[in-house]
């Protein structure tokens, strides 16, 4: 009988791949040995030792979607197990969130079982970084909180857009969250809101689509902001010129892309 009195699995990746293969691939972990068998005779034992999964079908179909997810490899020396690096509780210190931070690669992974691209991942990264920054607010697990952010947003572009950039309408709206970023920053949703038709007009007359309206509304906003606290108007004509060179620098970019769109 293997070590099977006490089983830990990951419970993202559980979410991702489904309850019984978490299981198993916690057991094989705990249990490496397991892989110097076939796939038949693995099966056999798994049978045996996690008996509290009696659907035998429900054994196989877990430890063949393993196997095609490659987070295992069966009768090789050197297994290739995947798990998601949880550190023990004392090598873990909290620490805020900085322009530098990146996630870690199986936090990439976690998300791409779930058929999350990496560039919509590398897109929120700065938004995600311009929340948690302001906040300043220390904590030891930010893959989790990024990867549950991901998550959230992916959810909400593919409800809406299924995920594809889109032309902003009229009827467009920043989502909540939006405020919360801008309240950070000492702006109201209401002098937010007093921007928004402006920015709404400016970029669906150029008719260029994107799927990241909402962290463009926080820029937008953040730099009225600026120019409204600049009292010296010197300044604020030179920091309104440098606006209109980056927006404009920004809109042949979208341009250039979204050119590249094929439909």
């Given amino acids: 009988m293997k070590d099977n009195e006490n089983i830990y699995f990951v419970k993202e990746i559980a979410e991702t791949i489904g309850l019984e293969p978490a299981i198993i691939l916690a057991y094989i972990q705990k249990n ?10 693995l099966i056999k034992i798994l049978n045996q030792d996690l008996s509290f999964i009696n659907n035998l079908t429900t054994l196989e179909d877990s430890l063949n979607k393993l196997i095609k997810l490659k987070l295992i490899q069966i009768n ?3 297994s290739n197990i995947h798990q998601l690096r949880v550190p023990s509780k004392n090598q873990r210190h909290l620490k805020a969130i900085d322009n530098k931070w990146k996630p870690d690669l199986e936090a990439y992974e ?3 079982f779930g058929n999350i691209p990496a560039e919509f991942i590398n897109n929120k990264l700065k938004e995600f970084k311009i929340f948690w920054i302001e906040k300043k607010q220390n904590k030891d697990n930010w893959n989790k909180i990024f990867i549950d952010f991901i998550r959230r947003e992916w959810a909400k572009e593919n409800t809406e857009n299924k995920g594809l950039p889109y032309v902003i309408n009229e009827d467009w709206v920043p989502s ?4 919360d970023v801008l309240h950070l920053s000492n702006i109201t949703k209401d002098e937010a ?9 400016y970029w669906r007359d150029s008719g260029i689509a994107n799927n990241t309206w909402n962290s463009k509304f926080i820029e937008h ?9 600049i009292k010296n108007e010197k300044d604020k004509s030179i920091y309104k ?3 209109h060179s980056e927006i404009n620098t920004e809109k042949k970019s979208e341009s250039s892309w ?3 769109l094929e439909f």
Avoid: C
């Avoid at 909540?176 to 405020?179: A, M, P």
């Avoid at 007093?194 to 007009?201: A, N, R, Y």
């Avoid at 906003?221 to 606290?229: D, E, T």
């Fill in 221 to 229: 906003v953040k730099r009225k902001s600026i120019i409204n606290n």
């Fill in 193 to 201: 809101m007093l921007h928004l038709k402006e920015f709404i007009i």
């Fill in 76 to 78: 090789d020396k050197t």
């Fill in 32 to 41: 490496p040995d397991l892989l110097k068998n076939n796939t038949q005779d």
């Fill in 258 to 260: 979204s050119d590249k």
């Fill in 176 to 179: 909540e969250d939006v405020f």
């Fill in 110 to 112: 976690v998300l791409a």
């Fill in 241 to 243: 010129k440098r606006e």
